[in-house]
Nanobody, 119 residues
Framework: QVQLVESGGGLVQPGGSLRLSCAAS????????MGWYRQAPGKQRELVAA???????NYADSVKGRFTISRDNAKNTVYLQMNSLKPEDTAVYYC?????????????WGQGTQVTVSS
């Protein structure tokens, strides 16, 4: 079992910045992918950014150049630095942890943290 604890959400004005953190604990392997998803009201949950154990990253086109994902393997923690925030970034952000195993791997989710961008 893997547990994920998120922090860092809040209310910011357009153009502001936030940094989200997600700490993993439990049965953690050395090979895993962590990422951030978000879901706005009336929309599908979408991938924002992901990072592999080797450091490869992937970003949604809508956040490229503004958001940066990183990880600290010693702390089993992933971060999402969000700059130049826009109202359309408003959503609940969920941390995801994936590790291989079984038939299709194992996926775990954080509790979600609200990010609101408004003037």
């Amino acid at each position: 079992q893997v547990q994920l604890v998120e922090s860092g959400g809040g209310l910011v004005q357009p153009g502001g910045s936030l940094r989200l953190s997600c700490a993993a604990s439990g049965r953690i392997s050395s090979i895993y992918t962590m990422g951030w998803y978000r879901q706005a009201p009336g929309k599908q949950r979408e991938l924002v950014a992901a990072i592999t154990s080797g450091g490869s990253t992937n970003y949604a086109d809508s956040v490229k150049g503004r958001f940066t994902i990183s990880r600290d393997n010693a702390k089993n923690t992933v971060y999402l630095q969000m700059n130049s925030l826009k109202p359309e970034d408003t959503a609940v952000y969920y941390c995801n942890f994936y590790k291989p195993g079984g038939l299709g791997g194992y996926s775990y989710w954080g509790q979600g943290t609200q990010v609101t961008v408004s003037s």
